[in-house]
C-alpha cells in the first residue's frame, strides 16, 4: 500500500519511513504547501487543512494521504504558542519564550509537545486524526546543539535532557511526532493494509 | 451607494460608520466569521481572507463589501506580533509583551499598528488595499483604561500617551483603524459614488 506524506520538510518524511519500513508500508512524499488557518487548537488547523487538501488535489492525488501538523503547548501560557509554534519560533525563537518564562518555577514550566497527524483515505470523509504527546518542561536556558526549534529548551519528562541534548535516535524514540506516526502506521497495518 | 463591511465585531463598524456619515457613504454590517490564513503579513491575510469571501459568499451578499485586519508590530521582535495579534493578545496579553521587551530601550522599543482593509467590488477582480499605520513605542508598564488589546501599552508617537489613556473620539483621529477606513473612503468617493 502506498500513502502520500503531503509536507514541504523532508526530514520528517524521513523520520515517518523509518517507523513504517519495519512495517512494510511506503510513504510516498508530496511536496506541497497548503494553507494553514489560524485556529486556536493543533487538531483544528490540521482538520482544515486535510480537508482543503482532499478538496483541492484528491483529484491530483488519488490516493490516501497524510499531514502532519505539531506544535508547543505551555501550560502556563495557556497553551501558547500551540498552532502558531512554527511562526513565534521564527519571531521569538527560545530566548522570547525563555523570557515569557522568567520568574515560573517547578510545575509552573510544564509544556507539552504535540503532533496530530491527519490521514484522509477517501474523497468522501472527514479525516482520522492520530495524536501523539510528550510531557516535560521548559528548561531554565537552551541546551544542546541537537534537533530542531524548542527541541534546545524542551526538557524530557523527568529526565532533565533537553531534546537537543539526545541523539536523534533517542529523540525519535519518546517524541511526540514519532508517536503520533507509530499510532497512525499500527492503524494502517491493522485496518487497510 | 451601499458597502458591506464583513467582520464580527460591531465596535468597528460603529467607528466607520461614524467616518462614512460624514461622506455620505452607508455602510452595512454583515456578520460572518470567515476563515484566516496563517500568513507572515497582514496584507497577505486581509487578501486572502477577502479572496475566500469573494469566491464563497458574492452571490449571497451580491454588492461590494469590505474587510478588516489590523495588528501591532514590534521592529525590535522582527514585527512579531503582526498578523496573529489577536491569538498572541488571548494567549500572553500586555504583560507577556513586557516581558519580551524586558531590558530593550530607546529606539529599540519602537511599533506599528497597522490595519489593512481589502474592498472587493465585483466578482472578479482582486481586492484593493488600502493601509493605515501609526508610530509608536512600547512603554514600560501598561496605562490606561481605554481601548482594548494592546492599547494600553502603545504610546503615539511621541506624546508619551498610550492608546488606553487617550479618550476615544481622540484615538479615532490618529488610530490605524481610522487613518485606513478614511483613505478607503475616500477612495470610494473619488471612484464609485
Tied chains: 1, 2.
Excluded at 519564550?97 to 503532533?115: C, Q
Excluded at 495524536?131 to 521548559?138: D, K, L, P, Q
Aim: overall charge negative; some cysteine; hydrophobic content about 40%.
Amino acid at each position: 500500500m502506498i500513502i502520500y506524506f503531503i509536507t514541504s520538510n523532508p526530514h520528517k518524511v524521513e523520520e515517518v519511513r523509518e517507523l513504517a519500513a519495519d512495517k512494510g508500508i511506503s510513504i510516498r512524499h508530496l511536496h506541497y504547501e497548503y494553507p494553514e488557518l489560524q485556529l486556536d487548537a493543533i487538531e483544528e488547523v490540521a482538520i482544515a487543512s486535510a480537508n482543503h487538501i482532499r478538496r483541492e488535489k484528491w483529484a491530483e492525488i488519488n490516493a490516501p494521504f497524510f499531514i502532519e501538523d505539531s506544535g508547543l503547548l505551555i501550560h502556563a501560557l495557556n497553551d501558547f504558542p500551540g498552532p502558531f509554534s512554527a511562526f513565534v519560533f521564527r519571531k521569538i525563537g527560545n530566548e522570547g519564550i525563555l523570557k515569557l518564562m522568567a520568574g515560573k518555577e517547578g510545575g509552573e514550566r510544564r509544556a507539552t509537545f504535540k503532533t496530530v497527524v491527519a490521514f484522509c483515505r477517501d474523497p468522501d470523509a472527514e479525516p482520522s486524526l492520530f495524536i501523539g504527546t510528550v510531557e516535560g518542561r521548559i528548561a531554565d536556558r537552551a541546551r544542546g546543539d541537537g534537533g530542531f526549534g524548542f527541541d534546545p529548551i524542551f526538557e524530557y519528562e523527568g529526565t532533565g535532557t533537553t531534546f537537543a541534548e539526545m541523539s536523534t535516535e533517542e529523540k525519535n524514540k519518546v517524541s511526540h511526532r514519532s508517536r503520533a506516526f507509530t499510532k497512525f502506521l499500527n492503524h494502517i497495518l491493522q485496518h487497510l493494509h
